[in-house]
Every structure is written in structure tokens, then in C-alpha cells.
T-cell receptor, first 113, second 114 residues
Framework: SQQGEEDPQALSIQEGENATMNCSYK?????LQWYRQNSGRGLVHLIL?????REKHSGRLRVTLDTSKKSSSLLITASRAADTASYFC?????????????FGSGTKLNVKP | NAGVTQTPKFQVLKTGQSMTLQCAQD?????MYWYRQDPGMGLRLIYY???????DKGEVPNGYNVSRLNKREFSLRLESAAPSQTSVYFC?????????????FGEGSWLTVV
């Protein structure tokens, strides 16, 4: 399947530090999305990057996409304790399967105050 | 707007019992999804519906059935529940326009099969 893989599985940093997590996928895509999940809650959309884009910013978030390596990274700058959550990437199957999404297993981020 | 609403939030079933998880969205989205999430794991796609009147299998469809009742509603049925179906179930919806295929999730349904 297309399911992405996040790396690392867990990440623990101090408040104020940057957090970088990576996502790799298997087949071509139309777009890649990053989501955040607080414990016991549903997923919340963070940012979407299209296959023809290489970098995108939203507030303290920076996402890059390398379609030749089939990988993406999410950078959270100046992290806060409130950023503690699990982060997932989601990919479609490319082509006309633009609305069939697969998620990776996530990176669990712990930001220590 | 309520977004994506799913019910029930919690359910305990005995092995062999059947139940239906209900989901409704009020964003006029064409596509709807059911995912399951096991402890410490990512989401796995059970079934999805690209548009009203169509459904298709995802990664883990065995033991489940779905119905896209209309554009708003997409239900997931467990015909004969098994302990392996103990999980958190998430309904979601999306549309290419205007949100660019952003996926909106419900708050989850915690299902325990004993």
C-alpha cells in the first residue's frame, strides 16, 4: 500500500528547540499532508503540500517535499509544550486516486517545559 | 458548523454482536472515510466513499461493511464483532474544493469487543 512511514517514532526535546520529523512514501502522489493528534482526540490538519511544490510555510511550521526521494519533512520551530502530540503524514495514491488517503504510523513528539 | 459528527463515542460489544457506527458531515464534501487506529499506531483505511453512491475497500476491510446513505452520511457496520476489532474508529471527509482535499476528522468512537 501507499502507507507512509514517519521517522523518528518518538522525539523528545526542550521547549524552544526545533523539532524535525520525516515521512517517506512509496508511490507517486498528488499531495502530501501533515496532521496533528492530541492524545485521545481526532486528527487536525496542519499543512498540505502539492507534488509540484518543494517547500511550504505556515506560522512555525515548515514542510519540504522531495518527490525524487519520495520523502517529506516537517519542521516545527521554537517548539512549545503545547506542541506535544503525535504527528502524521498522509498521502494519496496519485493520479485519479486523489481522494484515497493513507497515513503513516506517526511521530510522537514530547516537548519538555 | 459541527464538521464531522460520529456516534456513539464509546461502545462495548460482546463477541458476535453487531453494531453500526454513524457518521455525518455538514461541509457538503463528496468524499468520506472510515479509519481505525490501534493503540500507538497510525490510522488504517477501512473503507472510503469517493462520492455519493460509491464505496471502495481500503487497507483493512474484512469484517466491516459500509453504506453511503446520502451525501452527508456514511455508516460503518460490524456484522459479527471480534476482539481484534477493538479499536478507535475515525470518520472523516474531504473535498478537492475549496479545501484542497484537507481531511476533516470526527472525534472518534472507542469500541471494545469482549
Amino acid at each position: 500500500s501507499q502507507q507512509g512511514e514517519e521517522d523518528p517514532q518518538a522525539l523528545s526535546i526542550q521547549e524552544g528547540e526545533n523539532a524535525t520529523m520525516n515521512c517517506s512514501y512509496k508511490t507517486s502522489i498528488n499531495n502530501l499532508q501533515w496532521y496533528r493528534q492530541n492524545s485521545g482526540r481526532g486528527l487536525v490538519h496542519l499543512i498540505l503540500i502539492r507534488s509540484n511544490e518543494r517547500e511550504k510555510h505556515s506560522g512555525r511550521l515548515r514542510v519540504t517535499l522531495d518527490t525524487s526521494k519520495k520523502s517529506s519533512s516537517l519542521l516545527i520551530t521554537a517548539s512549545r509544550a503545547a506542541d506535544t502530540a503525535s504527528y502524521f503524514c498522509a498521502t494519496d495514491e496519485g493520479g485519479y486516486n486523489f481522494n484515497k488517503f493513507y497515513f503513516g504510523s506517526g511521530t510522537k513528539l514530547n516537548v519538555k517545559p | 458548523n459541527a464538521g464531522v459528527t460520529q456516534t456513539p463515542k464509546f461502545q462495548v460489544l460482546k463477541t458476535g454482536q453487531s453494531m453500526t457506527l454513524q457518521c455525518a458531515q455538514d461541509m457538503n464534501h463528496n468524499s468520506m472515510y472510515w479509519y481505525r487506529q490501534d493503540p500507538g499506531m497510525g490510522l488504517r483505511l477501512i473503507y472510503y466513499s469517493a462520492s455519493e453512491g460509491t464505496t471502495d475497500k481500503g487497507e483493512v476491510p474484512n469484517g466491516y461493511n459500509v453504506s453511503r446513505l446520502n451525501k452527508r452520511e456514511f455508516s460503518l457496520r460490524l456484522e459479527s464483532a471480534a476482539p481484534s476489532q477493538t479499536s478507535v474508529y475515525f470518520c472523516a471527509s474531504s473535498d478537492p474544493l475549496p479545501s484542497g482535499n484537507t481531511i476533516y476528522f470526527g472525534e472518534g468512537s472507542w469500541l471494545t469487543v469482549v
